[in-house]
């Protein structure tokens, strides 16, 4: 009975080792032939980068003698129209403002040192609760009379955005070089790096103090809130008749 019973115990001990044998050798099977499965990261809020608060206009008029209107998103201007971008940051911010014309070409309206030889002075980084205009408070840009579509971006970061400054470099020289397919590769370039951008913002109706010699309630109704994040853009589109 004693060694019937030893047996018994035996042949349990060898199948549980032969069980455990199998259990690895399947499992080391299933590892060398299944596929590895990705940890994928676990998203969460980016708290430590709240967006950047601009206040801003954009405001046209049809000649010197009108005040200045508010400019929407998919509003119609006409040639010999003047038109302005005002903003005030509420915190030192690096403001990138390019415009995309009619003619398909890109210039940078933010930073500017000069414009058709017109010199502005607006230098990165903006600083908090002042006022830039631009190109200038005495002076405004005009429209030609090439038509079609005109889109401004805007794009604000805590520090400088190099890839987008040496692109627009990249521009200027290729200008420089009066390369017609030089221009549109650089200009390319430049576009898609705005384009990939997330869009920005939540734009609500700010108050702020109007300039001297303007109506006080007519100056806050064009006013925004430009809640823009990180890097991103804020696009306006006009037409152009």
Known sequence: MTNRIQNKILYSLIAVHIGIGLAASQT????TTAPQRAVLPTLVPDNAHPPLDIDIQYRHRRNQNEEFKKLNDGDTLYSGDQYQI???????TYV?????????NLYQLFPMTQ???VVVNNF??????ITYFIPAQDKSF?????????KIYIIATRQPDKQLENQYQQVLIARRGRSAAQVQTAQSRLQSAIQMRDPAGIITHSPHNPPPKMDEHAFSQIWQRLEICEGCVNTLTFRHR
């Open 96 to 104: 990138y403002i390019f415009q995309k014309g009619s003619s398909g």
């Open 124 to 129: 990165n980084p903006a600083q908090p609760n």
């Open 86 to 92: 005002i903003f005030t940051p509420t915190s030192t």
């Open 142 to 150: 005009y429209l030609d009379e090439r038509m079609g579509e005109e």
């Open 115 to 117: 414009f058709n030889s």
């Open 28 to 31: 080391q099977a299933q590892s």
